[in-house]
């Protein structure tokens, strides 16, 4: 049973423009939620975090909201370059170390 | 550079053939992780280190071993693969994540591709 989702599993953006990613989860315990960036033939590199009791964490042009009476959660990427693109994966964390992560999307930011 | 080493990056083995894979950090991080991410899916958790403190998934099969003889290093033995186990493991370090306090970050190797003939 899939915890946290990712439902599109594909973006393409242009570049200069905002590129907005979504996630949804299911488990209301989860304490934190974080977005990590993944190059090919690379592990996933953190990006940026937010804690359940808040809304908004704010990191230059990445901000994560988080929305939880919908359990929803979105990564906003703006203005987006073309380093930009990559597979972005959604994760969540159940205390004691447990994480769970989505299925990913991949980015694309067009020159 | 502080880093997650994974060796070797690209692993393959044959049906049955037990295989060792291998993880290091220099990061003296004391959480150490496994995942296992098949094509198109999420990582997923097999376990993880607390110190010297195991921590299985509930889902993990008995199949998949795990080994942390210091703080440095963490093996993955799969004692019989099978050819549902072909797939990118990855080991990940963090501090401890203590409930309620601020989170620090997973750091991922780059993986290692298991492929099971």
């Known amino acids: 049973d899939q915890q946290v989702k990712q439902n599109s599993p594909s973006l393409s953006v242009q570049e200069g423009r905002i590129s907005i990613l979504n996630c949804d989860y299911t488990?209301?315990?989860?304490?934190?939620f974080l977005w990590y960036k993944k190059y090919p033939a690379e592990g996933p590199t953190f990006l940026i975090s937010?804690?359940?009791?808040?809304d908004k964490n704010e990191d230059g042009r990445f901000t994560v909201f988080l929305n939880k009476s919908a359990k929803h959660l979105s990564l906003h990427i703006v203005p987006s370059q073309p380093g930009d693109s990559a597979v972005y994966f959604c994760?969540?964390?159940?205390?004691?170390?447990?994480?769970?992560f989505g299925t990913g999307t991949s980015l694309t930011v067009i020159p | 550079d502080a880093m997650v080493i994974q060796n070797p990056r690209y692993q393959v083995t044959q049906f049955g053939k037990p295989v060792t894979l291998s993880c290091s950090q220099t990061l003296n991080h004391n959480v150490m992780y496994w995942y296992q991410q098949k094509s198109s899916q999420a990582p997923k958790l097999l376990f993880h280190?607390?110190?010297?403190?195991?921590?299985n998934e509930a889902d993990t099969p008995d199949n998949f071993q795990s080994r942390r003889p210091n703080t440095s290093f963490c093996f993955l033995d799969i004692r019989s693969p099978g050819l549902g186990d072909a797939a990118m493991y990855l080991c990940?370090?963090?501090?401890?994540?203590?409930?309620?306090?601020?989170?620090?970050?997973?750091?991922f190797g780059p993986g290692t591709r298991l492929t099971v003939l």
């Open positions: 990940a370090t963090s501090r401890d994540t203590i409930a309620g306090a601020s989170l620090d970050t997973q750091y």
């Open positions: 280190y607390y110190d010297k403190d195991f921590n």
């Open positions: 937010i804690s359940s009791i808040k």
């Open positions: 994760a969540a964390r159940l205390t004691g170390n447990q994480f769970y």
């Open positions: 488990n209301s315990m989860f304490d934190y």
